[in-house]
């Protein structure tokens, strides 16, 4: 079965400051990847996603992450955050054949300081 | 187009007390599912049900029955609520229900407190 890690449950940055929110998976075969953002009394919402190809995926809002098959890791990264991007991200996995749930990792929550 | 809609919004019970949450999403999607969102746990899948006529369980479905009552309509009940059964609860849906690469999308979230 898979599993994922996220890294830190907390992570404070200065407005404009670059940001960096780590995700490691485990799992015995090859995976899709995601991150999901959610934004104060919202539901969650997709900002990218790895399928194959490109290991580099750009997302919604100027996020992006990199899929690393040896470390087992797809962490995201800003390189300058806004206010607006405060909130909680979520890693998540499935395997990639057969209609397998998605598994989430329990979270990081963002703090966007001014 | 309001996408995954939830109700109620906010619910208080008291133990033993049943209650359902309803789920309906207007994007035409085969797939919905139920999670459960606790502080420190991220998501938790209750139950999902890949099309309709059709409903598996989750990682965590003690405590709890559905019901896809057609393609638009998921529903989630506590037959006899628990204070462990506090938590956020999210209807999701995504639109083949078939791949895994699919994106789901979320409604807004039910937040229950039983007491």
């Known amino acids: 079965a898979q599993s994922v890690t996220q890294l830190d449950s907390q992570v404070p940055v200065f407005e404009e400051a670059p940001v960096e929110l780590r995700c490691n998976y485990s799992s015995s075969v090859s995976v899709y990847l995601f991150w999901y953002v959610q934004y104060p009394n919202q539901g969650l919402q997709l900002l990218l996603k790895?399928?194959?190809?490109?290991?580099l995926v750009k997302g919604i809002n100027g996020f992006e992450a990199e899929f690393n098959k040896s470390q087992t890791s797809f962490h995201l990264r800003k390189p300058s955050v806004h206010i607006s991007d405060t909130a909680e991200y979520f890693c998540?996995?499935?395997?990639?054949?057969?209609?397998?749930?998605?598994?989430f990792g329990k979270g990081t929550r963002l703090s966007v300081i001014a | 187009n309001a996408g995954v809609t939830q109700t109620p919004k906010f619910q208080v019970l008291k133990t033993g007390q049943s209650m359902t949450l309803q789920c309906a999403q207007d994007?035409?999607?085969?797939?919905m599912y139920w999670y459960r969102q606790d502080p420190g746990m991220g998501l938790r899948l209750i139950y999902y049900s890949a099309s309709e006529g059709t409903t598996d369980k989750g990682e965590v479905p003690n405590g709890y029955n559905v019901s896809r009552l057609n393609k638009r309509e998921f529903s989630l009940r506590l037959e006899s609520a628990a204070p462990s059964q506090t938590s956020v609860y999210f209807c999701a849906s995504s639109e083949l229900g078939r791949e895994p690469w699919e994106t789901q999308y979320f409604g807004p979230g039910t937040r229950l407190l039983v007491l």
């Open positions: 994007m035409n999607h085969n797939s």
């Open positions: 790895y399928l194959s190809g490109s290991t």
């Open positions: 998540a996995v499935t395997h990639n054949s057969g209609n397998t749930p998605l598994v």
